[in-house]
């Protein structure tokens, strides 16, 4: 690499592992324990998979499909990919089995990451000559099928560095979803683009290498790709993964992330954890409590707001995980009022960022081909909140 | 999972009686390691009363069982569960106050080496035997999906999901024969086909021999490699699955032509 700024998503981890080697870039938490890896570990990681990816074939142009939940090794197979050229593309695990066959008819994925043994058998189920990867995320009996690529066995430890064959203009990301008059629609998301966005809202929320997000949506989602994942190579701030959706409220939580980038539906759902926590909407101490959070005027207004901010805001914010939380983003569509008042009256300003895409629509083909497909369905789309 | 050519569990001419009522007359059959076998047969049939005899619940007055190469004529169920054979109950048994975290971890109490004084005390290996435990015990609670209830009192957890804590604490004892019975029992079909699927997982990941009871023949069917049909405390057909389908003893038994 040269003094010049990088210009891929694979080049930026390199610069920041060069940079800062021993700072935290990812945290992930893993039976009921949180599991930390360095910059270095995140590029050496990647760089591994990069090598093991390329030595079963994958090469320049190709497509990895990814049907999981955010999790690391997601992340850093997506990487990979990039790191060899290829494009990866996210899909969401609730798709129906038709969807899915169609994405997988059109895509044509050179392989795909299964996140459990469930997922590898609706894969195969669909295409019998599929190479899937098993995360295998528990360590336990790898899957049987003669096809299926234990992750632990994909990474291979190169003598001479394995370069990165990312290009500014190739394509980093993909998203795929049926349009609503049933046609397939795709988006892809190159490194320029990533980068220049990125570097916007680095620049915007002034966020930095201190920073803390949060990566609690969906994986399959632009956004995701847009407002996390390369904001976060960009700025070298640390990115953490709840162990699961389904926990990601007490995660975030244990965590307090500094950045959080959700829809509105993700802000509605904390808001109702809010709820859930005070007193029942007609009673006194609840009155009591939305009058205080209104904000108090007149001679004892500093008085009040002290108190109201020790004994009621901060411990609301401590329960829904934003209590240093700093660039708290909405991508898309605004916060209903209920929702937004809640957050202004909690001193979370949350401010809105476009989740603007180019869809293009695909041309379906009959018969799958090798080694370029392209599809999906709605779904894949649709982040699970 | 791969499936292995020696028989892990052999019943050889079992029968059983409760003060002349026989409950299991001279019934044999084997369960080949690594398979999923299912019981099946109308109530009263006798299956629970098998699964007592398999983890030495019950004593058969005839008949032997072969569990991994060794014969029992009497096994108890402590004998049993260091063996490796554990098993959930048609109703459930779990610590209604204990969180599920810690009702998972009772199934890792065969596999502490601590001593109860280096566990009170935490000196020893008392502290790498809780850190080896803990680990285990969250593999499964990670593989049943359990995750967002690991300290909620399993009292408070809808039904389906207590079914679920119940495995879950029959795997963390590192079985080498699971016996379930009636595991979908009072479910939804949508909760069934979600516990089928952990059965599956159990099955497959953690490499256990399963033996389970169930009513739903559409689960039995999707689910088993080897069904046994009883019926009147006899065994009326053994086979694959589509063997069974069309037995005209097992239909006449499950339709009361035959009696």
């Known amino acids: ?385 | 999972m791969t499936r292995s050519t020696h028989a892990l569990l052999s019943l050889d001419h079992i029968s059983l009686s409760f003060k002349g009522v026989k409950a299991i007359t001279d019934i044999s059959f084997n369960v080949q390691a690594g398979e999923i076998c299912a019981l099946i047969g109308p109530n009263g049939a006798g299956k629970s009363s098998l699964l007592n005899v398999i983890n030495g619940v019950y004593r058969p007055q005839r008949g032997s069982v072969r569990f991994d190469g060794n014969a029992y004529r009497r096994m108890n169920p402590y004998h049993a569960a260091h063996s490796g054979i554990a098993r959930t109950f048609q109703n459930i048994a779990l610590f209604r106050r204990m969180s599920v975290l810690d009702n998972v971890l009772t199934g890792r109490n065969l596999h502490r080496r601590s001593t109860w004084l280096e566990q009170t005390l935490r000196v020893g290996r008392a502290r790498g035997d809780e850190t080896a435990q803990r680990r285990y015990a969250e593999v499964v609670i990670d593989a049943l999906d359990l995750q967002r209830f690991r300290h909620t009192a399993v009292g408070t957890l809808p039904y389906g999901v207590q079914k679920r804590v119940e495995l879950a604490r029959a795997l963390a004892a590192e079985p080498r024969l699971l016996l379930l019975d009636e595991p979908m029992a009072g479910m939804n079909a949508d909760e069934k086909r979600a516990m089928a699927g952990y059965v599956l997982d159990a099955n497959r990941q953690f490499g256990v021999t399963v033996v389970l009871i169930e009513h739903d023949i559409g689960v039995v069917m999707d689910l088993s490699d080897h069904v046994v049909v009883l019926d009147y405390g006899k065994k009326i057909a053994d086979g694959a699955p589509a063997d069974i389908r069309g037995n005209p003893d097992v239909l006449a038994a499950y339709l009361g032509t035959r009696h």
């Open chain 1, 1 to 385: 690499m040269t003094g010049a700024q990088p210009s891929t998503l694979p080049d930026w981890l390199r610069h920041q592992a060069r940079h800062r080697p021993h700072a935290l870039a990812l945290r992930h938490k893993r039976l009921g324990a949180w599991h930390a890896l360095s910059w270095r570990e995140v590029a050496a990681a990647v760089e591994q998979l990069a090598a093991g990816l390329a030595q079963r074939g994958f090469a320049a142009g190709d497509a990895l499909l990814l049907v999981s939940q955010p999790r690391e090794q997601a992340l850093l197979l997506s990487l990979a990919a990039q790191w060899s050229g290829g494009v990866a593309i996210p899909l969401d695990p609730q798709l129906g089995d038709a969807a899915l066959r169609a994405a997988l008819t059109h895509l044509a994925p050179r392989f795909v990451l299964a996140e459990d043994d469930r997922q590898v058998d609706r894969l195969l189920a669909q295409e019998q000559a599929l190479q899937v990867i098993d995360a295998n995320p528990r360590h336990l009996t790898p899957h049987p099928h003669p096809a299926v690529i234990d992750y632990r066995a994909l990474a291979l430890a190169s003598r001479e560095g394995f370069a990165p064959a990312a290009l500014p203009h190739g394509d980093a990301f993909a998203f795929v979803r049926l349009n609503d008059d049933g046609h397939l629609v795709e988006q892809r998301l190159t490194h320029a683009t990533l980068v220049r966005e990125a570097r916007h809202l680095v620049d915007s929320e002034k966020l930095h290498a201190n920073d803390e997000a949060f990566a609690a949506r969906a994986f399959a989602a632009a956004s995701q790709a847009r407002y996390l994942i390369a904001p976060w190579v960009l700025s070298g701030f640390r990115l953490n993964f709840p162990e699961s959706l389904a926990t990601r409220d007490n995660d975030r939580r244990e965590l307090a992330p500094t950045l959080v980038a959700g829809t509105r539906d993700t802000y509605a759902r904390v808001a109702q954890l809010v709820d859930d926590r005070l007193p029942g909407e007609r009673s006194w101490r609840r009155r009591l409590i939305d009058r205080a959070l209104r904000g108090q005027r007149g001679p004892f207004g500093p008085l009040i707001r002290t108190l109201t901010w020790w004994l009621i805001t901060r411990p609301l914010r401590d329960v829904i995980g934003f209590s240093r939380t700093h660039a708290a983003l909405v991508i898309g569509p605004p916060l209903d009022a209920k929702t937004a008042a809640l957050f202004d009256a909690l001193r979370v300003p949350v401010r809105a960022w476009p989740d603007h895409s180019d869809w293009q629509r695909v041309e379906q083909r009959a018969q799958p081909e090798t080694p370029q497909r392209h599809a999906a369905d709605r779904a894949s789309e649709q982040p699970a909140y």
